[in-house]
């Protein structure tokens, strides 16, 4: 979606390093959210936001965390990698008032 | 957080065929929608629907909200519709944050 870019698409990192998740929107939108997606799990919430610098955890915020400097970027920090953490990492954003939520294309991470 | 089934998990059609996908959830909502992840994992929304029916060409969704439950379905099937398709439910407090089903992944075959 031309709204909303993930960056990077892959990323392939050693357990123990930081990584940082970037998504960006041009929508304008007040919620932003990091979802991860696993085999038999489907997507399950890991941090949201719902506003610039207000944050708060999802279902299974263990071991990342997040920031929102402003509107258009959050970004997702994983402290100290773990293989656990391997998955496809979606953002999502949403309008205020609104009930449509709109994805990226994700960006697949493997920690080896 | 709520609790959100799917069934079937897996589901084999013959091109041209009908089929109904079911998302079964654990309380009241205030949201729910129907989402197709295409071959390539993009995530597309193809219904708000926290009650009533839909029609959207060959799809259409229905919710029964009082019985917790929520039926998408496919009528003459095609290649394209292949992919998993998720329910996603919120309960209307927070951020309204979507809980999501594991999921029916679909195949089409010609």
């Not at chain 1, 994983?78 to 293989?83: D, G, K």
């Not at chain 1, 496809?88 to 493997?110: D, E, M, P, Q």
């Amino acid at each position: 979606d031309a709204g909303i870019t993930q960056s990077p698409r892959h990323k392939v990192t050693e357990t123990g390093t930081p990584v940082t998740l970037r998504c960006h929107q041009t929508e304008n939108h007040r919620y932003m959210y990091w979802y991860r997606q696993d085999p038999g799990h489907g997507l399950r919430l890991i941090h949201y936001s719902y506003g610039v610098k207000d944050t708060d955890k999802g279902e299974v915020s263990d071991g990342y965390s997040v920031s929102r400097s402003k509107t258009e970027d959050f970004l997702l920090t994983l402290e100290s990698a773990t293989s656990s953490q391997t998955s496809v990492y979606f953002c999502a954003t949403r309008a205020a008032g609104g009930y449509g939520y709109t994805f990226g294309s994700g960006t697949r991470l493997t920690v080896v | 957080g709520i609790q959100v089934e799917q069934s079937p998990p897996d589901l084999i059609l013959q091109e041209g065929a009908n089929s109904t996908l079911r998302c079964n959830f654990s309380d009241s909502v205030n949201n729910l929608q129907w989402f197709h992840q295409n071959p390539w994992g993009q995530l597309i929304n193809l219904f708000y629907i926290p009650s009533g029916t839909k029609q959207n060409g060959r799809l259409s969704a229905t919710t029964v909200a009082t019985e917790r439950y929520s039926l998408l379905y496919i009528s003459s099937s095609q290649t394209t519709d292949s992919g998993v398709y998720f329910c996603a439910v919120d309960s209307g407090t927070g951020a309204n944050n979507l809980f999501f089903g594991t999921g029916t992944r679909l195949t089409v075959i010609p």
